[in-house]
């Protein structure tokens, strides 16, 4: 890895911390901006569209109206068109196009003036220096923008949090400016100002930039563990916050960081996770650095034909093409990779490429670089003194850079070449040469380590010192106790707690039981043990009263369902067999056969379904609606075998009578029947079945069913007398009574006379 590679991208990274926690007034914006640096063509191309196809209008102006079909997707406010400009500023200087660049910039400057908007003018001013530094790199020029610019930030202090950013900012460019021009006292003040800014109302973004930039600086110092607390430090506070964003930049600097400390297999860790992010991006800048880091790691391992691959694939990636130096690097050492494998065919096409591209440049370094290049390429072909000329050459531009790398690689190379040319004198002193330089660089690499275990030292020594703080401790200790005495006291009187919670939740399980046991008794018949009167009076009327809901929400166009598809059919039957029962065989024997039959029907009751028992051989059974033809001689069938069923059934009457209703019994009028109405007219049918069975004893069937027409209205039933109002209706035609053997008219006239009875009376 080259060092000025690594400038770079550290160029790229930083710049793209300039405007990283801002957030903007439009979501598109925001949009645009977290793509500045990972794909710059695309946000230019968003803030572009959002510049020419929305009307720019101001706050105050008549067009400013936000409509129910989202006119705001139509305008741009002064604000949000200066934003615009300024991320699409950015986005051309990533593009390499300075010129339009600064003319973007300049626009937001104008925009913000004519409409002053003081906050938006500071930001762009902010903005146009930075690119003046990136574009320039002249500290003279910038300083006095730099602290006229951060004077009229303190003034505005109507907005404490974009205050604090644009202060954040700016002690940050100062923290570049000056780590360029070498002065790391200025550099760490201007850092430290930038922290203070930040902890006077903290953002967790701006802190993740922080240690961003902070990890960063170090690492260009060669400041390892430095570099490398801050960016652990930003790691893992990118990881909790889930900015996949930072969390990329960070693992491409920790891969830098592990690369230069030669621990290859936790920069090839951490280059992977960032490449797993830009691999979204193939055309990103910071993709094409992840993969030459990765390329160049692989190298390091031996592992060259894993670096070719990684090699030629930065060099495929398009935005690289435009940096010339970049390309001659990418042949230089695509060609050192051919070389390893013993390629030499292809290490000679890719120098020659780079000779060539290099033949117009004043690169010294890249020159040096492709001298020792021919010289190895020489030696494969046994032309020592070739060999030797290129290494001598090389060797003289490394001594002019002070670069000790290349100054190793010269001298190795030529010690090979006197090798082969069997002057090994020559040889031997240009390989101790080699050592020598190779054992200085091995101090300096291992020079961090020492400052480690001075720090270590450090430490040590400052903890002797506490041996004389034993009265201090002896207090601390003394405090200690106290608290442990009181953690005691409060773990005893928890545990207390818990013994009464406990004891008063046995206590509500025991109320409960007796409330469901007495619940049962409440609610079921006391010798049959099925649901009795009680139960149907208060689950009933609940019942019907959401029937009658969902019929009004249907009536209304609230739900897609059929008319009264929730319709019920209400079947009343006796049972002689269990009121003549204790008359027959005694009260035990019918305690013990009406319990039983109780248990039995209990059994063939299926939800929805219920089953109530009224009194002695009286029942009630609710059944959802059924699709048959006859529906009473459904029921009637049904009960019929349930009773056959019984097994105590053999010596009994196995005679009963059925009465049969549906609700909602008026179709049209669905409220008007509740459910004691309901009842009584159940109560009719079953009288009605009686009457007709004494008339008619031997016929097998004793049913009456009852239904009112589709049109009858609910003012026929107004009265509150249930049972006058229901033979009134039976007279006008507007209920139908259905009996088995066709004697519906005989139940007609049973009414009448019953009705002409009561008149008389």
């Given at each position: 890895m080259k060092k000025t590679f690594w400038l770079c991208i550290a160029f790229i990274l930083m710049f793209s911390s300039a405007i990283q926690a801002k957030v903007y007034l439009s979501p598109i914006l925001n949009e645009a901006h977290k793509l500045l640096t990972i794909n710059p063509e695309q946000s230019l191309s968003i803030t572009q569209q959002f510049m020419s196809k929305r009307k720019l209008v101001s706050t105050k102006s008549q067009d400013y109206t936000i409509s129910r079909e989202g006119s705001e997707n139509t305008i741009r406010t002064p604000s949000s068109s200066v934003e615009a400009l300024q991320i699409m500023a950015c986005s051309y200087f990533e593009l390499h196009a300075p010129q339009d660049a600064f003319s973007a910039i300049q626009q937001a400057e104008i925009l913000a003036q004519q409409y002053n908007i003081i906050q938006p003018l500071l930001s762009s001013k902010f903005i146009h220096i930075e690119l003046l530094w990136r574009a320039h790199k002249d500290p003279h020029q910038i300083t006095p923008l730099i602290d006229d610019l951060a004077e009229q930030v303190e003034k505005e202090a109507t907005n404490k949090s974009w205050q604090q950013e644009t202060l954040y900012q700016i002690y940050m460019l100062r923290a570049e400016i000056h780590a360029s021009t070498g002065d790391k006292v200025r550099t760490k003040a201007a850092f430290q100002q930038a922290l203070q800014s930040l902890n006077s109302e903290p953002s967790t973004s701006l802190t993740i930039d922080y240690h961003l930039r902070l990890g960063q600086y170090y690492l260009n110092q060669d400041e390892y563990?430095?570099?490398?607390?801050?960016?652990?430090?930003?790691?893992?506070?990118?990881?909790?916050?889930?900015?996949?964003?930072?969390?990329?930049?960070?693992?491409?600097?920790?891969?830098?960081?592990?690369?230069?400390?030669?621990?290859?297999?936790?920069?090839?860790?951490?280059?992977?996770?960032?490449?797993?992010?830009?691999?979204?991006?193939?055309?990103?800048?910071?993709?094409?650095?992840?993969?030459?880091?990765?390329?160049?790691?692989?190298?390091?391992?031996?592992?060259?034909?894993?670096?070719?691959?990684?090699?030629?694939?930065?060099?495929?990636?398009?935005?690289?093409?435009?940096?010339?130096?970049?390309?001659?690097?990418?042949?230089?050492?695509?060609?050192?990779?051919?070389?390893?494998?013993?390629?030499?065919?292809?290490?000679?096409?890719?120098?020659?490429q780079a000779e060539k591209l290099a033949a117009n440049t004043k690169h010294q370094r890249l020159k040096s670089e492709i001298l020792l290049l021919k010289a190895a390429l020489s030696l494969s072909k046994h032309n020592a003194e070739q060999a030797l000329s290129s290494s001598e050459a090389a060797l003289s531009i490394a001594i002019n850079l002070q670069n000790k790398l290349l100054q190793m690689q010269a001298y190795q190379l030529q010690s090979a070449a006197y090798e082969q040319k069997k002057q090994y004198q020559q040889a031997l002193h240009a390989k101790e040469q080699y050592?020598?330089?190779?054992?200085?660089?091995?101090?300096?690499?291992?020079?961090?380590?020492?400052?480690?275990?001075?720090?270590?030292?450090?430490?040590?020594?400052?903890?002797?010192?506490?041996?004389?703080?034993?009265?201090?401790?002896?207090?601390?200790?003394?405090?200690?106790?106290?608290?442990?005495?009181?953690?005691?006291?409060?773990?005893f009187i928890a545990f207390i707690l818990l013994l009464i919670a406990l004891y008063r939740g046995h206590l509500n399980q025991k109320i409960r039981e007796e409330l469901e046991t007495q619940t049962i008794d409440l609610y079921t018949h006391p010798r049959s043990g099925l649901q009795n009167l009680?139960?149907?009076?208060?689950?009933?009327?609940?019942?019907?009263?959401?029937?009658?809901?969902?019929?009004?929400?249907?009536?209304?166009?609230?739900?897609?369902?059929?008319?009264?598809?929730?319709?019920?059919?209400?079947?009343?039957?006796?049972?002689?067999?269990l009121r003549n029962i204790y008359l027959k065989q005694g009260y035990q024997v019918?305690?013990?056969?009406?319990?039983?039959?109780?248990?039995?029907?209990?059994t063939l009751i299926t939800k929805p379904a219920r089953l109530y028992h009224f009194s002695d051989g009286l029942f009630l059974y609710i059944a959802p609606q059924v699709n048959e033809e006859n529906v009473a001689e459904y029921f009637f069938n049904k009960i019929q075998t349930w009773i056959d069923g019984f097994e105590h059934c053999?010596?009994?009457?196995?005679?009963?009578?059925?009465?049969?209703?549906?609700?909602?019994?008026?179709?049209?009028?669905?409220?008007?029947?509740?459910?004691?109405?309901?009842?009584?007219?159940?109560?009719?049918a079953i009288y009605l079945a009686r009457k007709i069975h004494d008339r008619y004893p031997n016929e097998e069937q004793c049913w009456v069913s009852l239904s009112a027409i589709e049109n009858a209205p609910a003012a026929s039933f107004a009265s509150n007398k249930i049972r006058q109002t229901f033979e009134q209706a039976v007279e006008q035609g507007l209920v139908k009574i259905h009996t088995s053997g066709q004697h519906d008219e005989l139940a007609k006239a049973i009414l009448r006379n019953d009705n002409g009875v009561k008149e008389k009376q």
């Open positions: 563990d430095d570099s490398l607390t801050e960016l652990l430090t930003t790691y893992w506070l990118a990881i909790k916050e889930s900015d996949s964003i930072e969390l990329a930049r960070t693992n491409l600097l920790l891969s830098e960081l592990f690369y230069s400390r030669h621990v290859f297999d936790k920069a090839i860790e951490h280059a992977t996770e960032a490449a797993d992010f830009y691999d979204n991006y193939p055309t990103s800048s910071a993709l094409a650095a992840t993969v030459k880091l990765m390329a160049d790691t692989y190298y390091n391992q031996g592992k060259y034909n894993l670096a070719l691959v990684n090699y030629l694939n930065v060099l495929d990636n398009e935005p690289n093409r435009s940096d010339k130096f970049y390309i001659i690097q990418l042949h230089i050492n695509i060609a050192n990779t051919y070389l390893k494998l013993f390629d030499f065919t292809h290490a000679q096409i890719y120098l020659d050592l020598h330089i190779w054992q200085n660089q091995q101090e300096q690499f291992n020079a961090v380590n020492e400052d480690v275990f001075r720090q270590q030292k450090d430490i040590i020594e400052k903890s002797l010192h506490y041996n004389g703080l034993e009265e201090k401790l002896l207090i601390l200790n003394e405090a200690y106790n106290k608290y442990q005495r009181a953690t005691i006291i409060t773990l009680k139960l149907l009076n208060t689950k009933l009327p609940k019942s019907l009263e959401k029937s009658n809901v969902l019929f009004e929400q249907w009536r209304l166009g609230e739900l897609i369902n059929e008319p009264l598809s929730d319709r019920l059919n209400f079947v009343m039957f006796d049972l002689p067999f019918g305690l013990h056969i009406e319990k039983q039959f109780g248990d039995y029907m209990r053999a010596n009994m009457d196995k005679h009963f009578k059925m009465g049969l209703a549906e609700y909602p019994f008026l179709p049209r009028a669905y409220t008007a029947i509740n459910d004691k109405d309901l009842i009584d007219i159940l109560f009719m």
